[in-house]
């Protein structure tokens, strides 16, 4: 029921989950395809995720976008892009905005380490260093772009010694902690929020997926695989707060089957809201009153 690719997030929850924590509602967060958990974090309905990726008009991208291209204005997260680095530029301008405008925010910009090869990543870094904008770049390492190993595509050992040559600061953080992220990227956005500037975090974590749902993965061991979740972040979360004494058991479960019947629930939606029309496809390729 669901058209065209589908990239899931399961294995990097701890990574937008945290990061989102950190910030303020009118910041601004923009990332690549694999953004369902990213406009979740941001306050987008299940409903209106689910929808979309039924193509239906009740989407958050009124069924047009599809699974790549979820969009929320009003939450301020400005996508969801399918091709590869190609927003990085885009994270910049909104940078730009925001010191053009002398307003209170920064932007967060997610990207995988498939990004950082492509000749849009540098000129984006280029300038938001330049400029000394208000941005975060997190590259969410999650080791392999599509089937490709980071060690096979890339020539540095560790990411973030990509911004030392744009004179940003930068940092390697567990992306399978969701409190290091959280504190992590709070402790940088209150630095930018006093001076501008732009900073670079690699969070390395784990797909336990394929690069899409069409992907076996068959380039990887289940050895590796299986390592990974040892490490799982939601399980890892649930242990620490279960330790402190701030979640229980039943408390855990309720939360669980909270989120399951939110699922469900989404899907009917989803299945009975009404198609998207090929007719409106183009309807939104231009600002209103502009000409092609």
């Not at 699974?67 to 590869?84: K, L």
């Not at 939601?234 to 019947?261: H, P, V, Y």
């Amino acid at each position: 029921k669901i058209g065209g690719f589908c990239h899931l997030y399961i294995g990097q929850e701890a990574i937008v989950a945290g990061a989102v924590a950190a910030v303020r509602d009118d910041d601004y967060i923009i990332t690549a395809y694999r953004d369902h958990a990213h406009a979740l974090a941001r306050g987008t309905s299940a409903n209106a995720c689910m929808a979309e990726l039924f193509g239906k008009e009740t989407g958050c991208s009124r069924g047009l976008g599809g699974s790549m291209h979820f969009f929320n204005r009003q939450n301020h997260m400005y996508g969801g892009h399918a091709i590869v680095g190609a927003h990085v530029p885009l994270a910049v301008g909104l940078a730009f905005a925001i010191k053009y405008r002398d307003e209170d925010r920064v932007t967060l910009c997610f990207f995988g380490d498939g990004a950082i090869n492509q000749g849009s990543f540098h000129e984006a870094l280029n300038l938001a260093a330049l400029y000394k904008l208000p941005i975060v770049f997190i590259c969410e390492n999650n080791l392999f772009a599509m089937g490709t190993s980071v060690k096979r595509s890339t020539s540095l050992k560790q990411i973030v010694d990509r911004a030392e040559g744009y004179d940003i600061p930068g940092e390697i953080v567990d992306g399978m902690n969701f409190r290091e992220v959280r504190d992590k990227v709070a402790e940088i956005v209150d630095s930018i929020r006093k001076e501008p500037h732009p900073a670079f975090l690699e969070v390395r974590t784990y797909r336990y997926r394929g690069h899409s749902m069409s992907d076996p993965a068959s380039y990887r061991t289940k050895l590796e695989l299986e390592k990974y979740r040892l490490d799982d972040p939601i399980t890892r979360l649930r242990a620490q707060l279960t330790r402190e004494g701030k979640l229980t058991n039943e408390q855990f479960d309720l939360l669980d089957k909270r989120s399951k019947e939110m699922v469900l629930a989404s899907v009917k939606f989803a299945e009975a809201s009404p198609q998207a029309l090929i007719e409106k496809l183009h309807d939104f390729t231009y600002a209103d009153g502009a000409k092609p």
